[in-house]
């Protein structure tokens, strides 16, 4: 070629385009030199001239294979990558996919100087639930709850996950404290309205929910998404100090 020769045009070709596609060299030059330069500057085959038809189409045939294997295998990988984000029993997000839920959220948030606000939920004696029901109703209990949780938030930023064991976090991006009480309370009313029966709860006959409450603009400064995680569990541990079946909101020190 002119004003480029094949081996830096494949080079700048594989540095431009990061998705693979496969690339055959055709050449007259038959030198191990030329085939090394060739596989080397990122070719996938090298063909010298003059060649049959028969041969040619064959090989591309063959990178037709690997290219639809690759793209299975990619798909196969994503979909691993979207089931390892998920809680396989309540089949919301775990704790790593609340990681990257909530650090994009923070970092829209600083950006837009929004509000971010989060929930951290907590059913109330759930190990007396699990050690007099057992533990398959107890798990059946984990998916009642996050099902009511998840149909009861509105909006699709909002974001539910598992946080571990009976405890749940919603993130709620541009909300501010007030939107975030009304909705910890919309959630304890739904979740009330399910009635799933606990006889071996101190203060309901049902199953009932604490909430801790973190809110960027209402707490003190955060200089991550964890310590606001952290703001919200010692909400949590204000509301089940007041009797649980409510919220708590963490306020500034003074």
């Known amino acids: 070629m002119p004003e480029v020769d094949g081996f830096a045009l494949t080079k700048m070709m594989r540095k431009e385009y990061p998705k693979w596609f496969p ?140 946080y571990g064991g009976e405890e749940f976090i919603v993130v709620l991006p541009f909300t501010p404290v007030e939107g975030a009480r009304f909705k910890a309370k919309e959630l304890s009313l739904a979740l009330l309205r399910q009635k799933i029966k606990h006889e071996y709860s101190s203060i309901f006959p049902y199953v009932t929910v604490s909430i801790g409450i973190a809110t960027t603009s209402a707490a003190d400064h955060v200089a991550n998404a964890s310590e606001l995680i952290k703001q919200a569990d010692i909400a949590l541990y204000q509301a089940k100090d007041q009797g649980r079946n409510r919220s708590s909101v963490f306020q500034k020190s003074a």
């Not at 030199?33 to 080397?40: A, K």
């Not at 041969?55 to 990619?74: D, V």
Request: charged letters at 25%; a negative charge.
């Open 23 to 162: 690339i055959i060299f055709l050449s007259s030059n038959d030198s191990e030199e030329y085939l090394t330069q060739g596989i080397d500057a990122g070719a996938d085959d090298y063909l010298t001239k003059p060649i049959k038809q028969v041969i040619l189409s064959a090989k591309l045939r063959a990178m037709e294979r690997i290219t639809k294997m690759k793209g299975a295998l990619e798909r196969a990988n994503k979909q691993l990558e979207i089931l390892s984000s998920i809680d396989p029993l309540t089949q919301i997000l775990n704790r790593r996919g609340l990681e990257e839920v909530l650090a994009s959220a923070w970092q829209i948030n600083e950006r837009q100087q929004g509000e971010l606000s989060i929930l951290m939920i907590d059913i109330d004696f759930f190990k007396p639930y699990n050690d007099n029901y057992g533990h398959p109703q107890g798990d059946k209990c984990l998916v009642q709850v996050a099902n009511t949780l998840n149909e009861t938030l509105n909006r699709a930023t909002d974001s539910l996950a598992r």
